[in-house]
């Protein structure tokens, strides 16, 4: 009995002439039984222990058999030996057994233990006698859970007559205060014990001062919830109003057409975007039913044929796409690419009362992407928006130095590069310490008329556009190599439960 295993060590122990090793003496004990009871030994110092790993070669049940009755090889050796004239080979698996027969007699032959007349087809004895090493071996291995030889493992294991077992087993040696009686401690002074006396007999327990109290479980926030709290504090800090991002699921107006993105551009293929099957069309756009009064004030008719001609023919000053625009392609319902849809929709309804603003939104987006260790179909955009009149470039290039700077990075380059909806764009790289290279750390640029116009709003008043994602910069600090274990059902709930609140630096 698992009670009475303290007592077993120490009369283990006293028959000993040294240390022992708990697989040897109680191979039939669980490991939770032989680590409860050195643990309680240990306490009291009666024993100083040590806990040892190692693999243990384990026979399958084809080596168990071979270990008792002998290898197949063996078995054809035998079966051949008996028979004077010849054995047939088509005679074999009737007397051996099909398996026997299938892999001993390739292994008989390989061996010189029989040869094979080819023109009869028959098999005979090459040797009086044989020493059946393969069994030798397992009945070695079952004894000692292991062998002196490591090409006998593997070849054993190739076999599959041996399947490898991590083993756990303890060294114990004897303590300072080691006796070989155990006396049970009272861990309690009852109220029986000082009415009777018994407690100046007894033996208490004393108090562990050092022991750990037990882990109080509890919820944890995720790593990319601790990010994003810190995303959202610097836009807060820099006068930034949060964009409702709600809408998952949006037209092909809202997503692309509103923002000057072509109707054949490769955003919009199938192997880029999922495209929502049921239903597959939406209406055109129209106030939002939930929005306030003054919102309703909004010509979405006029917003929607300002749409088409700039893409169809141009208009506003520019020459547009000239191509025929489609209404059932604006009207298909995607799940959004980017929270950019959610930007147009705010730039829009900044239309009724045009003035400086500053938006910002953190939430998911979905693309139709191969998934690897750097790559998911969904993840999360990190994207500010910022209209005035009068903005430049420069100023652009100056706020992005700023804001990234409240990140911890310092060093920024940036680099031209082509997006639909923004005229001049930029991609952006930073100074990454840990890796001593550039990495691009997001991308820029200055909203286009062509999508700026068509919503309302003054000819002057420019607007500066950014994103970046949220997962890069959360595997940066977290020291995450594999995005799989960041987002999605691989991921570890200790890792969560166990990171600290991240702190982006602040100047």
Known sequence: MASDLPQQVLDALAQSDG????????????????????????????VIYEQRDREEAILTEEAQGIAQNGSHEAKVFEA???????????????????????????????????????????????????????????????????????????????????KMQKSITFKVSKGLKYTREFVKEETDLTADMLTSGAWRSVKLKPYNFRSKGASTPSGALHPLNKVRHEFRQIFFEMGFQEMPT????????????????????????????????????????????????????????????????????????SIGYRYPWKEDEALRLVLRT??????????????????????????????????????????????????????????????????????????????????????PSMEIFGFH?????????GNSGMFRPEMLEPMGLPKDMRVYGWGLSLERPTMIKYGVNNIRELLGHKVDLN????????????D
């Not at 191979?27 to 050195?38: E, V, W």
């Not at 992407?369 to 903005?391: K, P, R």
């Not at 890792?495 to 602040?506: T, W």
Request: charged letters at 30%.
């Open 19 to 46: 240390p022992i090793l708990t697989a040897e003496v109680f191979p039939s004990q669980p490991f939770t039984a032989i680590k409860g009871a050195l643990d309680r030994l240990g306490s009291r110092e009666l």
């Open 80 to 162: 051949v030996r008996k028979a004077v004239e010849g054995l047939k080979v088509t005679d074999l698996p009737g007397i051996v057994g099909k398996e026997s027969a299938r892999v001993g007699q390739g292994k008989a032959l390989a061996g010189k233990w029989i040869k094979l007349d080819r023109e009869k087809n028959t098999l005979r004895a090459n040797t009086e006698s044989i020493v059946d090493t393969t069994r030798e071996q397992l009945q070695l291995i079952a004894k000692t859970k292991s062998h002196p030889e490591v090409k006998i493992i593997n070849d054993l294991k190739k076999r599959k007559l041996l």
């Open 246 to 317: 709600n809408r998952f699921v949006e037209t092909g107006f809202w997503n692309f057409d509103a923002l000057f993105v072509p109707q054949q551009h490769p955003a919009r293929d199938l192997q880029d975007t999922f495209y929502i099957s049921d239903p597959a069309r939406a209406d055109k756009p129209g106030p939002d039913p939930a929005a306030h009064e003054k919102d309703s004030r909004l010509d979405y008719e006029q917003y929607w044929n300002d749409v088409r001609e700039v893409h169809e023919n141009g208009k506003f000053g």
């Open 338 to 423: 980017h929270t950019t849809s959610t930007s147009t929709y705010m730039l829009h309804k900044l239309a009724n009362d045009p003035g400086p603003a500053r938006y910002f939104s953190i939430d998911r987006v979905f693309r139709n992407e191969s998934v690897d260790a750097t790559h998911l179909a969904e993840f999360h955009q990190v994207e500010g928006v910022i209209a005035d009149f009068g903005l430049t470039l420069g100023g652009l290039i100056g706020f992005m130095e700023v804001f990234f700077s409240k990140m911890g990075i310092h060093r920024l380059r940036f680099k031209p590069a082509y997006n639909p909806y923004t005229e």
């Open 433 to 441: 310490e840990g890796l001593n290279k550039w990495v691009e750390i």
């Open 495 to 506: 890792f969560v439960e166990s990171n600290a609140a991240v702190r982006l630096e602040k």
